[in-house]
């Protein structure tokens, strides 16, 4: 509140001092001084007292003071002297502006008594400005069908200075279309104008750039510049034109959809959209291209699969259209390369698909080939296999014949798979191959085969009728009835051999049966031959070789030659009471009809009267002591020896042995027959025995003498001596002797016996008998 009354005072002292100003600016005369403007700061204006009529330090005394109305303190004053003086360096431009005259009003006041004195400060201007655009380039947009004389507008240039020191003329750079007009305005200031002085032509020149230049009218004369770019718009006056009025150009059949063909051009002079082309195909009525062109870039490209066998030139009219309907028009001939992108075809005319064996040249097939390319590309071989007995034979305009190269054999190869290849010489190869199945017929060339030459069959004696003993088999090459084949038996050349009482043949499948038991010891091997025959016309036939071997069955039991098993009286044997150890007694001798090991005979002792004293030896039926006789052996004994052969089962024949203990000597002992004799005949018997056995004894002795005396005589002539031995042979029966030489007993069948003059008695002695080797060996 206390402001608030403080402040009243000095706010009616304010209006009071405004309202006193203004009644002396109204009464008053003003003081009126000038000076340029850009004055240097301290520049003395006036003398104030002076030109006040004041003394010398009253406006000190007087509180003297300037008051600026709303100018810048530009102006100071002092007291003492009265001086003027210049505080800043004053700009007429920033002060004034355009205002002319360009007066500073300041007020000087004086108190006790108040007094008021209205001073008036003119600043006048310099040239101290240069002229300046706004903008330091102008851009102009002229069409060029503009008419000489037309005037265009051009911005002023600004120049803060005022008067003559104003812009006062404007130029403009020499051109050929151009000048500049400088016009007043009003006020006084000066404006250019451009005049076209000659026909703008946009294709010709589109642009210029020229220099207007401002001149102000002060002493040196300044000067500003600006760029006046002009653009020369575009009219449609030119119609598109092609870079080339005829194009060619080369594809391949083989190219890819959207592939680029070629690409025109076309030029429009014009500007702007002017100049903006499109292009079409100018299809005439024709039948559709199989092209499209881009009707921005004039890029031509394939729409359709293109086939140079179809059509291979391909003529056409582009045309290019600006947006004022001009348009321009150019060929282009576009030709279809062949490649090689067809296969030759081939046809067939006329095909046999069986051919006879053993017929030459026969034709096969008749077939074309063709090709719808050109050049290599169309250019074909054909070929087959080298390793087929065909031939191709070239007859007329790519016609061929397929024939036998020689006789064919079905046998060798019944079916053929003919490959015809058919190539072209363009790159890459393209080729084509069929293939013909032909069948070579059977002709009636090939005799049955029988799978072997000669057949040896074993059949086991006493077989069962119509016993399947083996087959023959024979293959005939050909087919068909030529291949069906019939058995058959052929007759023998031998008489006694009637083969068909034997065996039988299955026509049908070569099986062979028996047809009556067969004996191993009547038969045992025949021959004969069958025969195979086809039923082709004419009928061919073959043969081979039947051996039937008859294997042994051990049906036959062995059978005694020694001794004999079926005399009236019983065979006896002597032995002497002084026989050493192994002393041979007798040997007996067995034979048996089968063969092989069913004919292996061995010897088995089965009952003696003195166990123990005599053995057989298994293998050679030889009988011999164990061990010395005693005196409580019993002088006559009884053997019981069975023969046994090697089959399955084994079959087998006794023998009963007589042995009489003779003391001092030994002799053959040849009994004669009797059916039944008493003990008193027994006795007679023996005691006859005994004289012919010592006249006996006593002959041989002097026999041995004699052999002695012929013995020695031979050792003085020879160097080496046969012991004094005299051979024996005798023969037996032919009916007991093995008709296949495999049995026991050979028929030259021999002992060797030798008398001995030994000082003791005087023994007959049988030694081993003198046989094959081989007739006693193991089984």
């Known amino acids: 509140m206390e402001t608030a009354l403080a402040k009243t005072p000095e706010k009616r002292q304010v209006v009071f001092l405004t309202m006193l100003l203004l009644l002396w600016d109204a009464g008053s005369e003003a003081i009126r001084y000038s000076m340029p403007e850009e004055t240097e700061t301290g520049y003395l204006v006036a003398n104030l007292a002076k030109d006040l009529g004041l003394r010398v330090g009253e406006l000190a005394t007087r509180g003297a003071r300037i008051h600026h109305r709303g100018n810048k303190e530009l102006l100071q004053l002092d007291a003492e002297t009265g001086n003027l003086l210049l505080k800043e360096k004053p700009d007429r431009e920033v002060l004034c502006g355009v205002t002319e005259p360009c007066v500073l009003h300041f007020q000087l ?99 210029l750039t020229l220099t207007l230049t401002a001149v102000d009218g002060g002493s040196p ?74 009707q921005v870039t004039g890029e031509i490209r394939l729409k359709r699969v293109l086939d140079f066998e179809e059509t291979q030139y391909y003529n056409m009219e582009i045309i290019a259209t600006d947006s004022g309907g001009l348009s321009g028009k150019c060929s282009v001939a576009i030709q279809v390369l062949d490649v090689n992108d067809n296969a030759p075809k081939l046809t067939i005319s006329s095909l046999t698909s069986s051919i006879p064996e053993n017929v030459p040249e026969a034709v096969v097939a008749v077939f074309s080939v063709s090709d719808p390319d050109s050049g290599d590309n169309g250019r074909m071989v054909c070929s087959i296999p080298n390793d087929l007995p065909f031939l191709l034979k070239p007859t007329f305009e790519n016609y061929y014949t397929l024939v036998t190269e020689r006789p064919l054999d079905r046998e060798s190869r019944a079916e053929y798979n003919i490959t015809i290849t058919v190539s072209d010489m363009g790159t890459p190869r393209l080729t084509t191959q069929h293939t013909i199945t032909m069948q070579v017929s059977d002709v009636n060339d090939n005799a049955p085969a029988f799978t072997q030459s000669s057949y040896t069959l074993f059949v086991e004696e006493n077989n069962s009728p119509a016993l399947h003993i083996g087959t023959i088999s024979a293959t005939d090459s050909d087919s068909g009835s030529n291949a069906h084949i019939t058995y058959s038996l052929l007759p023998t050349h031998d008489p006694q051999l009637d083969v ?13 049966f028996a047809l009556r038991a067969l004996d191993y010891e009547a038969l045992k091997t025949f021959e004969f031959h069958v ?8 009928e061919l036939s073959s043969q081979a070789l039947v051996r039937v071997q008859v294997l042994d069955a051990n049906d036959n039991a062995p059978f005694v030659l020694y001794p004999l098993q079926n005399a009236s009286a019983p065979f006896t044997e002597l032995l002497p009471k002084a ?143 046969l012991g004094g031995c005299s051979v024996t042979e005798g023969h037996f029966p032919g009916h007991l002797v093995d008709v296949s030489g495999a049995g026991t007993l050979s028929q030259g069948y021999q002992y060797e016996v030798c008398l001995t003059g030994d000082s003791g008695t005087a023994d007959f002695k049988f030694f081993n008998p003198i046989i094959p080797s081989d007739l006693f060996q193991d089984p």
């Not at 068909?500 to 062979?512: C, E, H, P, T, V």
């Open 500 to 512: 068909f009482s034997l065996i039988s043949i299955n026509a049908d499948n070569g099986q062979l």
């Open 531 to 538: 025969g195979a025959t086809d039923q082709g016309s004419p």
């Open 579 to 721: 026989a050493e150890p192994g002393y041979l007694v007798t040997k007996v001798v067995a034979v048996d009809r089968d063969s092989g090991q069913n004919a292996w005979l061995s010897f088995q002792l089965l009952k003696a009267t003195e166990p123990g004293l005599f053995n057989v030896w298994a293998h050679n039926g030889e009988v011999r002591t164990s061990r010395l006789l005693s005196e409580r052996d019993a002088p006559k004994h009884r053997l019981l020896l069975l023969v046994k052969d090697n089959g399955d089962p084994p079959r087998s024949a006794s023998v009963t042995l007589h042995v009489l203990v003779v003391d001092g000597f030994s002799q053959p002992y040849l009994p004669l027959p009797e059916v039944a004799r008493d003990p008193a005949q027994d006795e007679d018997a023996l005691t006859l025995y005994l004289v012919i056995a010592l006249a006996s004894v006593s002959s041989l002795f002097l026999l041995s003498v004699l052999l002695f005396v012929g013995v020695r005589l031979c050792r003085r002539a020879r160097a080496t001596s």
């Open 221 to 294: 004369s300044r000067s500003g510049t600006t760029t006046v770019r002009i653009e020369v718009l575009d009219i449609n006056d030119n119609a598109p034109q092609f870079v080339q009025s005829l194009y060619e150009v080369q594809i391949p059949e083989n190219s890819p959809l959207d592939a680029l063909v070629l690409m025109v051009s076309a030029r429009d002079l014009d500007a702007g959209i002017n100049r903006n082309v499109a292009y079409s195909l100018f299809q005439g009525g024709e039948v559709s291209q199989p092209f499209v062109i881009d």
């Open 109 to 207: 006041i004086l108190e006790n008594p108040v007094q008021f004195f209205q001073t008036d400060l003119q600043l006048t201007d310099i040239n101290d400005h240069s002229p300046e655009f706004p903008h330091r380039e102008m851009l102009l947009k002229i069409q060029e069908s503009a008419q000489p004389g037309t005037v265009f507008p051009l911005k002023a240039a600004q120049d803060p200075d005022i008067g003559s020191n104003a812009v006062q003329n404007y130029t403009i750079s020499p051109n050929l279309h151009f000048h500049v007009v400088t016009h007043s305005r009003a006020d006084g200031r000066k404006y250019p104008e451009l005049v076209l002085d000659r026909a703008l032509d946009r294709e010709e020149q589109p642009e």
